[in-house]
């Protein structure tokens, strides 16, 4: 797979992937839509196992990644496809986009890295001013939009959780390898939501959309989405795999204005600027920092 064809790939699905979530909960009960999607990725991936003939390793190591990897589906997807009830497409890629963030604060916590130098802390700050701006504009147009922030932003907890406990792991695998035994373990904690929140199979009244949107997702946001996001995380470095992150709210933003009639306001134009501006300092922040104290230590010293 071209490097630049994978990059541009991972772009696009996790910009439709909210839109998905909103359409295909439209006529399908979330529990099932999300179970039927990953259904979909874990029989299609278990193919590609087989065709490709890549092995499928169960060693203490290969399990602790599974679990981990799966903590971050399960707990993030489930609560995306909750909230997609009372947020738009738009809104709830913007709160994802705040991640990387949340995983740097985790990963201080957890597996005991640097703590934030200030301009990251400015970041922070910057990025939660952001969320501020964007939350009190949906709750102001939804009465309960406040609903549907907690959800995603639950979601992005796990979501970020995941990831630091990914990195914990010292195992090489291959990417789809990894997707698999990820859905192998977090597939049947679905099925047990949906048997509990749910369980019927009302199919006469799924609607084209819902159940396009499920095939996508299912196809290309979980199976071939994560594979390669992991190829391009193993191929670029980590500032430009972290550009994804601020590239896709803002077409997410865009596509659901344009194909779902998504209200964009004032107000969570401002709140997206102040996070993709908090995510962007957040990136570089080591990079600046190292600039500015190169140009400080050339100046002349005044007496």
Same mark, same amino acid.
């Given at each position: 797979m071209n490097v630049s064809t994978?990059?541009?790939?991972?772009? &696009?699905?996790w910009s439709t992937t909210p839109l998905g979530i909103v359409w295909s909960s439209e006529s399908v009960h979330p529990t099932l839509?999300?179970?039927?999607?990953? &259904?979909?990725?874990?029989?299609m991936g278990l193919l590609l196992l087989k065709a490709y003939n890549f092995k499928l390793p169960f060693h203490r190591a290969a399990i602790k990644l599974y679990s981990f990897s799966a903590v971050g589906i399960f707990g993030g997807m489930l609560l995306s496809y909750f909230a997609a009830r009372y947020i738009s497409s738009g809104l709830m890629s913007l709160i994802f986009g705040l991640?990387?963030?949340?995983?740097?604060?985790?990963?201080?916590?957890?597996?005991?890295?640097?703590?934030?130098?200030?301009?990251?802390?400015?970041?922070?700050?910057?990025?939660?001013?952001?969320?501020?701006?964007?939350?009190?504009?949906?709750? &102001?147009?939804?009465?309960?939009?406040?609903?549907?922030?907690i959800l995603v932003l639950l979601a992005v907890f796990f979501f970020s959780l995941s990831s630091v406990l990914v990195k914990s792991?010292?195992?090489?695998?291959?990417?789809?390898?990894?997707?698999?035994?990820?859905?192998?373990?977090?597939?049947?904690?679905?099925?047990?939501?949906?048997?509990?929140?749910?369980?019927?199979?009302?199919?006469?009244?799924?609607?084209?959309?819902?159940?396009?949107?499920?095939?996508?997702?299912?196809?290309?946001?979980?199976?071939?989405?994560?594979?390669?996001?992991?190829?391009?995380?193993q191929k670029l470095t980590a500032s430009t795999v972290a550009l994804i992150t601020m590239i896709t709210p803002v077409l997410a933003l865009s596509l659901g204005a344009l194909l779902n009639n998504e209200h964009i306001s004032i107000n969570l134009v401002i709140g997206a600027?102040?996070?993709?501006?908090? &995510?962007?300092?957040?990136?570089?922040?080591?990079?600046?920092?190292?600039?500015?104290?190169?140009?400080?230590?050339?100046?002349?010293?005044?007496?």
């Open positions: 994978a990059y541009i790939a991972v772009v &696009l699905i839509a999300v179970l039927l999607r990953m &259904l979909i990725a874990l029989t991640a990387p963030i949340l995983s740097g604060v985790m990963a201080q916590k957890i597996i005991n890295e640097p703590k934030f130098c200030f301009t990251k802390k400015l970041a922070l700050v910057v990025a939660i001013i952001g969320l501020m701006t964007v939350c009190f504009d949906s709750i &102001l147009i939804s009465d309960k939009g406040y609903i549907g922030i792991v010292q195992i090489t695998i291959h990417p789809l390898s990894t997707t698999v035994g990820a859905l192998l373990f977090c597939t049947p904690f679905f099925l047990i939501v949906w048997l509990v929140f749910d369980g019927s199979l009302d199919y006469q009244q799924w609607q084209p959309r819902s159940i396009f949107s499920i095939l996508y997702l299912g196809i290309f946001g979980s199976l071939i989405g994560f594979i390669a996001y992991f190829y391009v995380l600027i102040f996070v993709v501006v908090g &995510l962007s300092c957040f990136q570089w922040s080591t990079k600046v920092e190292t600039t500015v104290n190169k140009r400080l230590r050339l100046l002349p010293n005044k007496k």
